[in-house]
């Protein structure tokens, strides 16, 4: 029981990790607030965020290994898998911001200006996706605690 908390507790804490540097990168990433700090803050976001990301997973994982239900059971449920497949979606469509402001962050070094207004929306448009299809994810965590669909 003291582990089932645990490991629950540390899930909850890098998704809302997750979550605090997914908004900074919203918050940040607009046109209007453009400068060579935002550029080099929304790369150090990005990194961090890329690390908690990787601790949702590994923490996720960890309950599902030896949490009190089992890995038997938690991998045949399909709202599992829905809440997996929207993290990996998240993902992949993470790395397009994250070369992004890679690159930015090297033009910006080599001397070169900021990112243009349309580069800029583009990004935080990827970033915002992000965000509104995380908040899909509770809802099937929940739905999974609550017993909905499962087997």
Known sequence: MTLEA???GLHILAILS???FLSSQAALCRTEWMNAAVVRRLSRLDMIYGMTAVAVLLTGFARTWW???GLGWYWGQPLLHLKFGLFVVIGLISIKPTLTYRRWLKALDGGGGLPSDTEVRATRRLVMIQAHLLML???AAVM???GVLTK
């Open 67 to 69: 949490g009190m239900k």
């Open 18 to 20: 997750l979550v605090v």
């Open 137 to 139: 994810i509770p809802i």
């Open 144 to 146: 999974l605690a609550r």
């Open 6 to 8: 645990l490991l629950a």
